[in-house]
């Protein structure tokens, strides 16, 4: 009978106890204690240094603090002064409430709280007026926070969220604001001040008086040394230690990068790329150099430091000064959109390379060209002919650049460069033409200086980073990585005209490859360099858009380029890129670039893609008959029975060969054909050099005007014969210009060469 009413009363304490924790449980559920207030929004450098720190939307400085980066002497003296029992209790201390009851209630007034720490932290979570009620509700609040969160988080919310007067929330906000230091180097004065300005903020903040600060804090030191909570020494050192009347500014460290990440991320706590030693010299080279050319016209400048290995970007300087208003300095350079000038042109050659339409020996055209009207030049106003595509690229020529676009198809490169991110390109990419490849489009120095690190990555595309995290993309291809080294390998020459003299035998300049740019008008001057360890942007201009005669890459951006790997990338371990196993090298006849054929003379080494680069035989010189005089020529058909021989003569484009004969350059031509020779050719039609074929013309009715017509063809042919619209209109040498009076509307033109080959255009004229 005993045991049956032991087992019945056992069961009714267990279905209380049940019946108490589901309570609890839908009490809690019902009644959540209050969220966690927002945090300031922290920006750290790569070895955790503060940059930056933003207010909350409620306008306080309210930084979140981790117990590691706080001192042990502050943690320990909070803790004996407010809560001594708190990794003990379950949020409430029933001996301290029973006690602080029986004083309030004898004495008639309120002498002691017995708050815990965790009760704190719930009246700062829901702060409300001072009665039983309200601290019955803390105790149960208390319990809640001890039920959802470890000891270290209520301590680390709790510090975080102490009141130090005016806007200032928590040790570590209190620590940069009044001492200008992190909260792990508190001195044990400092930190014992912090531990008594929250019992009464405004009356004890150091930036008003520091008197009854420093004799509560002195109170409090040996009430520790009582309880030998310190040692003596401590003790009396912080005692001697007077707080002094002070308010610093929050740190505001490399402000452009953090604005950026500030948006781009939601964290409260950033732990971001920036190599603080690497800032601090970027922008001081930066600053240093704008000062010694603004005589020049230029007062500003951005830089962009990427390591390749993890894209992390190591300095961000997106002016030469963030907080100069009279040069526009919060202006961000870095992601402003500005004309690139040339900067573009190594993408183009990458992919050629890419897509085997070309190697490095290979020869390209560099002779005056109408593209339909639009007629660029080179930045010396000089044309070299026939060069290879590394001269080309090296030298940064405006023709050969042009026509490549227009061999590889200008969507195509608005397709490459709007994949990897261009995105003024792709917003405006229905307008642009072959003037994109000199600077008729907008980048920023962001898009730019990331994109040329594909040239590195073994030709893979990877997001910048942002963060101090290692690379955990596997990469976008972009170029096969046997392209990107043929870039580096050409834009590495120091036989260049955009490397000052005084750069050629710095002994401290490891080896780069760099590209210079400068927009029309001169408004704009770029370098952008790499090597196996960084990637470097750097643009020197004015924000307001004004040019400057001295603005151009090679004068104004690259002394900057080399100053900053001088300094951010001397002695580095790693020297240059290792030639990737897809890159060979192989004889190619030295005038052509191409394979070399029997015909071939004199022969290079070139280096090629290896299954990928262009295996097409060089044609150059091809045997033709001609009289053993060499005087005639003749073909197959009127060959005659003696007197003739075989001979190899060079068949130049018909455009080349007619800029060899104005500029008065040798080559051997070959001689006029058998006048007696009835065949009618079928190949080498003459090429119409003007007017260029479905163009339209607009011309002034008050004011007549001729347009010109000029054809390029083969050596052998000495005339040309015109038409207009099926009319004879004139005979003219191979290549000279003659004029014509259109009509309006639709003109059809026809060139017909000595040997009876043609070609026509067809142009449109409008009067006005």
């Keep these: 009978m005993l045991n049956s009413f032991k087992n019945i009363i056992r069961k009714r304490k267990i279905f209380i106890g049940i019946l108490f924790l589901l309570s609890l449980i839908i009490l809690n559920f019902l009644f959540p204690p209050p969220k966690i207030k927002e945090y300031s929004q922290t920006i750290y450098s790569d070895n955790g240094i503060l940059l930056n720190a933003f207010l909350t939307k409620d306008d306080k400085w309210r930084l979140k603090s981790s117990i590691d980066e706080i001192s042990p002497q502050l943690i320990i003296a909070i803790i004996e002064k407010e809560d001594t029992w708190f990794y003990w209790h379950f949020g409430f201390n029933p001996f301290s409430i029973a006690r602080a009851l029986y004083q309030n209630v004898t004495s008639g007034k309120r002498v002691s709280g017995a708050s815990t720490i965790t009760m704190q932290l719930a009246r700062l979570l829901e702060p409300d007026s001072r009665t039983y009620l309200v601290k019955f509700r803390e105790i149960i609040r208390a319990v809640q926070i001890e ?53 009464n903020p405004n009356f004890l903040r150091p930036d008003k008086q520091t008197e009854n600060l420093n004799s509560i804090k002195n109170r409090w030191l040996n009430n520790f040394k009582q309880n030998n909570i310190f040692s003596d020494e401590e003790i009396e050192d912080a005692i001697n230690e007077n707080i002094e009347s002070s308010r610093y500014e929050m740190p505001n460290l490399v402000p452009h990068f953090s604005l950026v990440v500030k948006n781009k991320f939601d964290n409260d706590r950033i732990n971001s790329s920036i190599n603080l030693k690497t800032q601090i010299s970027a922008e001081q080279l930066l600053s240093n150099y704008v000062e010694r050319v603004k005589s020049k016209g230029v007062s500003n400048g951005a830089v962009l430091v990427i390591e390749n290995k993890t894209m992390q970007i190591k300095a961000y300087c997106g002016s030469k000064d963030f ?61 070299n002919g026939w060069v290879t595509a590394e001269f080309a690229l090296s030298n940064s020529l405006n023709i050969p650049s042009v026509r490549l676009l227009k061999e590889i198809g200008v969507s195509n490169f608005i397709n490459l460069l709007e994949q990897n991110g261009f995105k003024s390109i792709s917003e405006n990419k229905n307008n642009l033409g072959l003037s994109l490849i000199l600077g008729g489009c907008g980048v920023t120095l962001e898009e730019l200086t990331s994109f040329y690190t594909s040239l590195v990555n073994e030709g893979k595309m990877f997001s910048l980073n942002y963060l101090n995290k290692s690379l955990e993309e596997t990469g976008i291809p972009v170029f096969n990585k046997g392209a990107g080294f043929l870039i ?22 490891p080896k780069i490859a760099w590209k210079t740019g400068t927009s029309y008008g001169k408004r704009d001057a770029w370098a952008i360099g790499f090597n196996p360890n960084y990637t470097i942007g750097v643009w020197m201009g004015n924000f307001d858009g004004k040019g400057s005669p001295y603005l151009s890459g090679a004068e104004m951006a690259v002394p900057l380029l080399f100053d900053l790997f001088n300094t951010i990338d001397y002695n580095s371990s790693k020297k240059w890129f290792d030639i990737p196993d897809n890159i060979i090298q192989r004889e190619v006849c030295s005038e052509t670039g191409m394979l070399p054929s029997a015909n071939c003379k004199s022969l290079i080494y070139d280096y090629a893609i290896d299954e990928i680069s262009s295996k097409e035989k060089c044609n150059l010189q091809k045997e033709i ?44 031509k070959i001689p006029s054909h058998n006048i007696n020779c009835t065949r009618k050719f079928k190949e080498g039609n003459p090429i119409i050099l003007s007017p260029s074929a479905d163009y339209e013309y607009f011309l002034e009715t008050s004011n007549p005007q001729k347009v010109m017509l000029q054809a390029a063809s083969e050596p052998s042919v000495k005339f040309h014969f015109w038409y207009i619209d099926n009319r004879f209109y004139k005979k003219a040498a191979s290549g000279e210009k003659i004029f014509f009076e259109p009509k309006k509307g639709i003109n059809e033109i026809t060139c017909t060469d000595d040997k009876g080959r043609t070609s026509k255009v067809n142009i449109s004229v409008k009067f006005y």
């Design 323 to 383: 907080f100069d208003n009279s040069t526009s300095g919060q202006v961000n350079g870095i992601t402003a959109i500005r004309s690139p000038g040339s900067t573009l042109k190594p993408f183009l050659f990458a992919k050629a390379f890419n897509d085997g339409l070309l190697t490095p020996k290979m020869k390209l055209l560099d002779i005056p060209t109408d593209f339909g009207g639009y007629q660029p030049e080179n930045f010396d106003t000089k044309f």
């Design 625 to 668: 008959f001609v009289s053993d005089d060499e005087k005639i020529e003749y073909c197959s058909d009127c060959l005659p029975n003696t007197e003739y021989k075989k001979k190899l003569y060079p068949i130049y484009d018909p455009e080349l060969s007619h800029w060899f004969e104005l500029h008065n350059i040798y080559y051997e």
């Design 488 to 509: 580096a390998e050409i834009l590495s020459s120091i036989e260049r005209p955009d490397l000052a003299i005084e750069f050629i035998n710095q002994s401290k300049l």
């Design 147 to 199: 039920l959802r969160y470890s000891k270290k988080e209520i301590l680390e919310m709790y510090l975080s969220l102490l009141p130090f007067g005016g806007n200032i929330e928590g040790v570590k906000s209190a620590s940069y604001l009044y001492f200008n230091k992190p909260p792990e180097k508190l001195s044990l004065a400092q930190s014992v001040a912090l531990t008594v300005i929250p019992n």
